[in-house]
């Protein structure tokens, strides 16, 4: 049996369609398809989502003041999420050093010396301290804040894009 990106799982809840994944979100089965014209297509759409994502986020990186932190406050650096693309950027930790992080309440790249991704860390962390909506609790700042269109982009982009824990 092949399933399409229309074909319904018999424990999927009443007009909820397949999209193409590898197993199917309501029941867990691994999904097969016959068609290796559909799949190729498919992997075609995600790279071209993904190449467009990555794009977006070196845009808005860009677009973000930067300004200099006071050594050793890392009041902002809470548990944050990042879109898949960030993610990707960012080097794997354990469960036991992100069970450690989220019990302290603070980011698992926090490292003594400060952020041990700083020229790679998400978006929403490069927004601190550079928006009246984020303001850094000592009040440093960079010369210029974002401007309102650049902020409103980057929200968007976070709440279009799936966002997991770092």
């Not at 089965?29 to 790279?47: G, I, L, N, W």
């Not at 200099?68 to 050093?97: N, Q």
């Not at 700042?141 to 401007?147: E, G, L, T």
Request: with cysteine.
């Amino acid at each position: 049996m092949s399933f399409r990106s229309t074909s319904r799982c018999q424990d999927a809840p009443p007009r909820r369609l397949h999209c193409c994944r590898a197993f199917c979100r309501p029941c867990g089965r691994k999904r097969r398809t016959d068609d290796p014209a559909y799949e190729k297509r498919v992997h075609a759409e995600v790279r071209r989502l993904v190449t467009r994502n990555d794009r977006k986020i070196e845009e808005l990186r860009r677009r973000i003041p930067s300004f200099t932190c006071i050594v050793g406050c890392h009041d902002c650096c809470g548990p944050v999420t990042a879109s898949s693309e960030e993610m990707a950027r960012l080097p794997i930790k354990t469960e036991a050093e992100h069970a450690a992080a989220l019990a302290e309440l603070s980011c698992p790249h926090l490292g003594k010396h400060g952020c041990e991704v700083y020229s790679e860390r998400p978006l929403i962390c490069r927004l601190f301290g550079t928006t009246p909506h984020l303001l850094c609790p000592n009040g440093q700042r960079p010369v210029y804040m974002i401007d309102t269109k650049t902020e409103h982009e980057v929200h968007q982009f976070l709440a279009r894009t799936r966002q997991v824990l770092v």
